[in-house]
């Protein structure tokens, strides 16, 4: 291929990309979910006061409902917020820009990989072009999601440690293992994923690093080093108890009363089968296992946030070249991609302990190496149909069938996404905000129903409330309370009087209240009703 046309041709998968990506990003999906908005509030608390909502200056965990969010995304997002001020397409500008970014580095990363294969060029761009239409990717690009920042960051780094390798470059090297551990900074998963894989990168290189011994001690120092802020967070270990699947007590009530039966019964063996190690060992395998179901890959797909209506997280067309990818790989003997089997086997580790799996936020990881796979298959059948007299028309239908599955998907995200998943993004607590703001100088007292998830944050971000203010008048160190205001809103358990008005995601009794108003979701079902106490 000449070099202009693959100038060309480079250059029209990545703007699509990125127009994929930002198109439309503040008002797809229609409404931020929670966590978006805690991430944007106290990126512009940081911004503005130095503090996030419960007063703490620069804070290394951002405490947000008690789940110790990673600080990385709401420090990225501290600059669109001061550049394009608070609001949706501020909260998901990270998201979207290092999604972006991950096309050209799923490139990179190929390109190093092949590099002494004659057909790393086409590879590394088809790899490219799968990562930028890929479903997961638009989807978790689109939403501000930290899982996203992880894949940024780890590819990045990936292909910085092999990239030194390659070239015999130790600036390089350092760097790799440098974004790697900061990694580990941007989602929980993380945490586990990166310390496995990094002792992958290391055996991938050992033969340099045989030969450099000085130099591997002081990488794998470093990298340890900037692992030990999290691996002595006491938060960080009290988000990941409040999500093991160990601390669900129903998952043991079957297994205790059989052991109760079994210690009736003197059955030895029974009480070894029906132990709670033996029932956690079998949930784990049970959720590792579930990562790689290809009806949740293809068909159904995991939380209704993560995927498009009708669809899985990934085009079903691309089964076939994912896995006829991985066995070129196998029967070709590419060795450096092996790396990628490690890469996709390693990243639903910590997920696997969830209690809901599979869980592809938590492991989305995995996303480049599918991508690559993905080219590999297509590289081949190409090659293979070269040789057969009916090729063209066969590749006529392939294309044809994967086009299909595109334009599928396409309409279902930006059409669809909206009317049928609203209901999943916390749809109508912007709206019920705003009614609630034409009141605020008014003597007018609203109570939000505990049913309005996390309605302080978003009252908060909606609102615009000046953070040195709320700060001032105690932060978020006051919702622990049975009741507390902010302006003329309450929040809580609170017990509303006569003529006061309620905001509620539930329809409430009728003798008890009136209704005032209510809102919509885009399929016409009320979403927030706001009623008045009598």
Not at 27 to 37: F, K
Not at 152 to 180: D, M
């Amino acid at each position: 291929m000449p070099k202009k046309l693959y100038i060309i041709i480079f250059s029209l998968i990545f703007f699509a990309g990125v127009f994929l990506r930002f198109y439309k990003l503040g008002n797809i999906p229609n409404s931020l979910d929670w966590d978006e908005v805690s991430q944007a509030y106290n990126a512009y608390s940081i911004l503005t006061t130095g503090k996030d909502e419960f007063g703490t200056a620069y804070p290394l965990t951002i405490r947000s409902f008690n789940d110790h969010k990673p600080p990385s995304y709401t420090y990225l997002t501290i600059a669109p917020v001061g550049i394009f001020g608070l609001n949706p397409f501020s909260a998901r500008f990270p998201s979207a820009f290092c999604g972006s970014l991950s096309i050209l580095l799923v490139y990179a990363l190929a390109y190093e990989i092949f590099r002494k294969e004659k057909y790393v060029k086409t590879v590394s761009l088809l790899s490219m072009l799968f990562f930028s239409i890929s479903p997961l990717s638009i989807q978790f690009s689109r939403t501000g999601f930290d899982a996203n920042i992880g894949v940024f960051l780890v590819t990045l780094g990936t292909w910085l440690f092999i990239k030194g390798l390659n070239k015999k470059k130790i600036g390089n090297i350092f760097l790799g293992a440098f974004f790697l551990a900061i990694s580990v900074y941007s989602a929980h998963s993380e945490k586990v994923f990166v310390p496995l894989f990094f002792i992958c990168l290391i055996f991938y290189g050992r033969k340099f690093f045989l030969k450099k011994k000085a130099m591997a001690i002081c990488i794998i120092t470093l990298f340890a080093f900037l692992n030990l802020f999290w691996f002595f967070d006491s938060q960080t270990r009290t988000r990941s108890s409040g999500v093991l699947f160990t601390s669900s007590q129903g998952l043991l009530k079957n297994s205790v009363k059989e052991m109760a039966f079994d210690k009736s019964h003197d059955d030895f063996i029974g009480t070894l089968v029906h132990n709670r190690r033996f029932v956690y060992v079998n949930k784990y395998i049970e959720n590792y296992l579930s990562h790689f179901d290809p009806n949740s890959l293809f068909v159904t797909g995991d939380n209704a946030r993560h995927h498009a209506p009708g669809m899985g997280i990934l085009y079903l067309v691309s089964l076939p070249f994912i896995l006829l990818g991985m066995l070129f790989v196998v029967r070709r003997k590419i060795y450096p991609a092996y790396l990628f089997f490690a890469w996709i086997f390693i990243a639903p580790v910590a997920s696997s302990f969830a209690i809901n799996s599979p869980n592809f936020q938590r492991s989305l990881i995995f996303l480049p190496t599918l991508h690559v796979f993905e080219a590999l298959g297509w590289f081949c059948l190409f090659s293979y149909l070269r040789k057969l007299r009916f090729a063209k028309i066969f590749m006529g239908i392939v294309i044809a069938l994967f086009l299909a599955n595109i334009f599928y998907y396409l309409h279902q995200y930006f059409i669809f996404t909206n009317f049928t998943y609203g209901k999943y993004w916390q749809y109508g607590y912007e709206q019920a905000i705003n009614y609630v703001k034409k009141y605020e100088n008014t003597d007018r007292e609203f109570f939000f129903a505990n049913n309005i998830e996390q309605g302080y944050i978003f009252y908060l971000f909606y609102s615009q409330y000046d953070p040195q203010k709320y700060i001032e008048n105690g932060g978020s160190n006051r919702i622990n309370a049975d009741c507390y205001s902010i302006s003329n809103v309450c929040f809580g358990v609170c017990s509303p009087e006569e003529g006061d008005f309620y905001v509620s995601s539930k329809e409430p009794s009728p003798s008890e209240f009136k209704i005032i108003d209510k809102i919509l979701y885009p399929d016409n079902e009320t979403a927030v009703w706001i009623v008045q106490r009598i």
